[in-house]
C-alpha cells in the first residue's frame, strides 16, 4: 500500500496521560502536515513540515502538542498531560510540492481522552 | 484570517437527483481552491481548482471556480447512494489548507 499510514488507529488515555502517534507520509512527498477534526468541523491545521524542516505551526498548537519529522520521513505528534479537549481525530496528510498542490490523507487517529 | 464557507450544512436528496454544493472564500494570497469527499474516514480528494472558468470533470462529478466573485461549486448529477457523504472545501493561501465545515449529503433511495 503507498498511501498515507497513522498508527495508531484509536487511542484512549486518561486525562494527564502522555500520548503519540505516529504518520508515515507517501514516500516521494516531502511535505507532511498535521491536522485535528473534531465532530461537525473541518480539519483544522496544526503544523507542516517540508522534509525534516517543521516550518509552520498554527496557534491551536498549544505547548503541550510537539512534533517532529527527524529523517524527513515520517512524522510522531506528541501530546503531553492530554486534556480532554484534546479528544478528536488526528488526520496526518502529505503532498508533493507545495501548498497549492493536492494533500493526501492518511486514516487518521481517534484520539479519546476519559 | 483566511476564511472557507460551505452551504447548506446539510441536503438530503433523492437518487437521481442533481445536486450543488457551494463554498465562498476569503484568503490573503490565493493558491488554490480544493474539494475532498468524506465518509467515515479520512477525506478524500475529488479536484484542486486553481484557474477561473475551467471546468474540472471526474464521471458524474464537476467543479468549477470563479476568483472574482470568490466562490466554487461542486456539482454531483445522477447522484447514488454512495454519494453520501461530507463534502469538504479547502482554500490554500498563506497557510496549508483552510477548511469549510463541510456540506453533509445524504442521498435516499
Known amino acids: 500500500d503507498t498511501g498515507v499510514s497513522q498508527d495508531p488507529r484509536h487511542k484512549i488515555t486518561k486525562r494527564g496521560q502522555n500520548v503519540t502517534f505516529r504518520c508515515d507520509p507517501i514516500s516521494e512527498h516531502n511535505r507532511l502536515y498535521w491536522y485535528r477534526q473534531t465532530l461537525g468541523q473541518g480539519p483544522e491545521f496544526l503544523t507542516y513540515?517540508?522534509?525534516?524542516?517543521?516550518l509552520e505551526k498554527s496557534r491551536l498548537l498549544s505547548d503541550r502538542f510537539s512534533a517532529e519529522r527527524p529523517k524527513g520521513s515520517f512524522s510522531t505528534l506528541e501530546i503531553q498531560r492530554t486534556e480532554q479537549g484534546d479528544s478528536a481525530m488526528y488526520l496526518c496528510?502529505?503532498?508533493?510540492w507545495g501548498t497549492g498542490s493536492e494533500q493526501y490523507f492518511g486514516p487518521g487517529t481517534r484520539l479519546t481522552v476519559t | 484570517e483566511d476564511k472557507v464557507v460551505q452551504s447548506p450544512l446539510s441536503l438530503v436528496v433523492h437518487e437521481g437527483d442533481t445536486v450543488t454544493l457551494n463554498c465562498s472564500y476569503e484568503v490573503t494570497n490565493f493558491r488554490s481552491l480544493l474539494w475532498y469527499k468524506q465518509e467515515k474516514k479520512a477525506p478524500t480528494f475529488l479536484f484542486m481548482l486553481t484557474s477561473s472558468g475551467i471546468e474540472k470533470k471526474s464521471g458524474r462529478l464537476s467543479s468549477i471556480l470563479d476568483k472574482k466573485e470568490l466562490f466554487s461549486i461542486l456539482n454531483i448529477t445522477a447522484t447514488q447512494t454512495g454519494d453520501s457523504a461530507v463534502y469538504l472545501c479547502?482554500?490554500?493561501?498563506?497557510?496549508?489548507?483552510?477548511f469549510g465545515k463541510g456540506t453533509r449529503l445524504s442521498v435516499i433511495a
Open positions: 496528510a502529505s503532498s508533493l
Open positions: 513540515f517540508q522534509n525534516e524542516a517543521q
Open positions: 479547502a482554500n490554500s493561501g498563506n497557510t496549508p489548507l483552510v
